[in-house]
């Protein structure tokens, strides 16, 4: 896409997203910020996949040590 044609909306995306692939420490903790004040759909957009299978992977293993303590 050429940058002189873009839309405000457009240029505020491309930035985003630029800075979610070149900071993905940032990246996780604009998640887990979105997560105490947004929904599930910002917090999985913010994090990425890797951000999304950890969060899956705490979970699942926070329920087995449930089970088996309880």
């Known amino acids: 896409m050429d940058t002189r044609n873009e839309t405000p909306e457009e240029k505020r995306e491309r930035l985003r ?33 890797k951000g999304t299978v950890v969060i899956i992977l705490v979970l699942v293993i926070g329920y087995i040590i449930y089970k088996l303590l309880f």
Not at 30 to 49: E, F, M, P, Y
């Open 17 to 49: 997203q630029e800075e979610l692939k070149s900071n993905p420490f940032g990246a996780f903790g604009d998640g887990v910020n979105r997560a105490q004040h947004g929904n599930l759909a910002d917090l999985v957009g913010g994090l990425g996949w």
